[in-house]
């Protein structure tokens, strides 16, 4: 059991590729690639949708989601083997009697929420209370990661809003000069109308909202991956042997993996 989440690396080529499309489009309809760069709409469109999203949210959950999109740009898989093997080698000496050798055990684990778990498990805590802790945890993890992927959500629906809105500005720059203006200052005028549209919807339908859909998928896992680690901490209160633990979580994972809800295997436990 060595990972729990096997997640691929498409992220980085997602947006590759999709670059690589709108490049290949402008060239196809025989468009000059300098025609896709306008930086005044790209202000635009990027700081109106920051500067609507501040207005919107705290920014200390802004900056959360700029630090997330490193994580979510590596396409960091969610690995469950060293946590199996502490929890493992908890139960073992758990059942022994032997405590100390348990807590020394608990000392090297890396995941909080088993830690949390496994050192209640030894305090002979209540079970209920026990779960009740660990799921408040949980609770708060997907809280807050739900909130970072509707920021995202927020973003994608904003963005074609200001593209509308610097297409405006646009018409209204080449109307007011319509009198005076030569055909490149008319063309000028509606190459930043028209660009900003485009660059709306291209971060929301290739950045944002493609994003706010992985970080939904990762808030899947997650969850997934900390009831995984509640389920054991509930087998370890029960003094199971390892081996059974160790394959009460496999039925766990193949039931997920199937499809099937994960309350039948509580149930089956």
């Given at each position: 059991?060595?990972?729990?989440?096997?997640?691929?690396?498409?992220?980085?080529?997602?947006l590759f590729g999709g670059l690589v499309v709108l490049l290949a489009s402008?060239?196809?309809?025989?468009?000059?690639?300098?025609?896709?760069?306008?930086?005044?709409?790209?202000?635009?469109?990027?700081?109106?949708?920051?500067?609507?999203?501040?207005?919107?949210?705290?920014?200390?959950?802004?900056?959360?989601?700029?630090?997330?999109?490193?994580?979510?740009?590596?396409?960091?898989?969610?690995?469950?083997?060293?946590?199996?093997?502490?929890?493992?080698?908890?139960?073992?000496?758990?059942?022994?009697?032997?405590?100390?050798?348990?807590?020394?055990?608990?000392?090297?684990?890396?995941?909080?929420?088993?830690?949390?778990?496994?050192?209640?498990?030894?305090?002979?805590?209540?079970?209920?209370?026990?779960?009740?802790?660990?799921?408040?945890?949980?609770?708060?993890?997907?809280?807050?990661?739900?909130?970072?992927?509707?920021?995202?959500?927020?973003?994608?629906?904003?963005?074609?809003?200001?593209?509308?809105?610097?297409?405006?500005?646009?018409?209204?720059?080449?109307?007011?000069?319509?009198?005076?203006?030569?055909?490149?200052?008319?063309?000028?005028?509606?190459?930043?109308?028209?660009?900003?549209?485009?660059?709306?919807?291209?971060?929301?339908?290739?950045?944002?909202?493609?994003?706010?859909?992985?970080?939904?998928?990762?808030?899947?896992?997650?969850?997934?991956?900390?009831?995984?680690?509640?389920?054991?901490?509930?087998?370890?209160?029960?003094?199971?042997?390892?081996?059974?633990?160790?394959e009460a979580l496999g039925m766990y994972l193949s039931q997920f993996e199937?499809?099937?809800?994960?309350?039948?295997?509580?149930?089956a436990a």
């Amino acid at each position: 059991m060595k990972r729990l989440i096997d997640t691929r690396q498409s992220t980085l080529i997602g947006l590759f590729g999709g670059l690589v499309v709108l490049l290949a489009s402008t060239l196809l309809a025989h468009l000059k690639v300098p025609a896709l760069l306008n930086f005044p709409g790209l202000i635009m469109v990027v700081g109106g949708t920051l500067t609507a999203t501040l207005v919107s949210r705290p920014i200390r959950d802004v900056l959360s989601v700029f630090k997330g999109l490193r994580r979510m740009l590596r396409d960091e898989p969610i690995e469950m083997e060293k946590e199996v093997r502490h929890l493992l080698n908890i139960a073992h000496w758990y059942r022994l009697g032997n405590l100390g050798a348990a807590e020394q055990e608990i000392a090297l684990v890396g995941n909080p929420l088993l830690r949390t778990g496994a050192q209640l498990v030894l305090d002979q805590e209540p079970i209920h209370d026990i779960i009740k802790t660990l799921q408040w945890r949980i609770t708060g993890v997907r809280a807050k990661e739900q909130g970072e992927a509707n920021i995202l959500r927020t973003m994608a629906g904003l963005a074609p809003a200001f593209g509308m809105l610097g297409t405006l500005f646009g018409l209204m720059q080449m109307l007011s000069g319509l009198a005076g203006a030569g055909l490149g200052q008319i063309g000028t005028s509606m190459s930043f109308a028209l660009i900003t549209t485009l660059y709306g919807l291209v971060l929301a339908n290739m950045v944002f909202k493609p994003l706010a859909m992985k970080a939904e998928r990762r808030i899947q896992h997650r969850v997934l991956a900390m009831n995984f680690i509640l389920e054991g901490v509930i087998l370890l209160h029960q003094r199971r042997h390892p081996m059974v633990i160790n394959e009460a979580l496999g039925m766990y994972l193949s039931q997920f993996e199937n499809g099937e809800s994960p309350d039948a295997f509580a149930k089956a436990a």
